[in-house]
């Protein structure tokens, strides 16, 4: 069979081109796994399925809410590490009193500083990478508002499509945070509402309707 907006070949059953990204006429998009067609493997026509299952992009506001209620979902834990960190300085910093040298003060904090923010990125990353490539294709965040993270076919991402979709955002918007933020504003003005990193990173955030 044949993509009908852009021609290219795709195999029988697909819910989503590989070459455009836009859904296979005649099929439904997102339509639950196991539901019976009397065709074995056949994907479920829009006539058999429940407009409840179909999916859309997500758009730019709906991705930011998600990412707040994420932030919080890790920020509050690691703030707390973090505050820990810091306040383990404080018997070293007492010891020194007034005449501290503000080497020594630098020498102290930096590694702690350090420590957290590779934990903080790490912690991010397996966050984001694991729960996007898990069975429920999204974060607590996603999950919350029912956008799903998808390949371009509509099927469940890798660990490494996830992994490469955040390093290609959050990883590099970290050191240079402009480029995360031009990155998510592609989101209003791409075809199928993908980020830079999305494009990059060949997924999709789909909406469940």
């Not at 918007?173 to 209003?188: E, K, N, P, Q, R």
Request: glycine share 12%; proline share 5%; with cysteine.
């Amino acid at each position: 069979m044949h993509c009908s907006s852009c021609g290219a070949s795709v195999a029988d059953g697909t819910a989503f081109c590989g070459a455009c990204g836009r859904p296979i006429i005649g099929y439904s998009v997102g339509a639950a796994p196991g539901v019976p067609t009397g065709i074995p493997g056949a994907a479920v026509p829009y006539a058999a399925a429940p407009l409840a299952g179909a999916v859309v992009y997500a758009g730019f506001w709906l991705r930011v809410a998600a990412a707040l209620i994420d932030g919080l979902a890790i920020g509050i834990p690691l703030g707390v590490l973090f505050f820990a960190t810091i306040l383990s300085m404080v018997p070293a910093l007492v010891q020194m009193g007034q005449a501290a040298n503000p080497m020594l003060v630098v020498g102290i904090l930096l590694p702690r500083v350090l420590f957290a923010l590779v934990v903080y990125v790490v912690v991010s990353w397996l966050y984001r990478a694991a729960m996007e490539s898990s069975s429920w294709q999204a974060t607590l965040g996603k999950r919350a508002l029912g956008l799903d993270v998808t390949d371009l076919n509509g099927n469940r991402a890798t660990f490494g499509k996830t992994s490469g979709r955040f390093f290609a955002g959050r990883g590099i918007g970290y050191f240079v945070g402009i480029y995360f933020l031009v990155s998510c504003i592609l989101i209003a003005f791409t075809e199928k509402k993908q980020a830079l990193h999305d494009v990059i990173a060949g997924t999709l955030v789909m909406k469940k309707a």
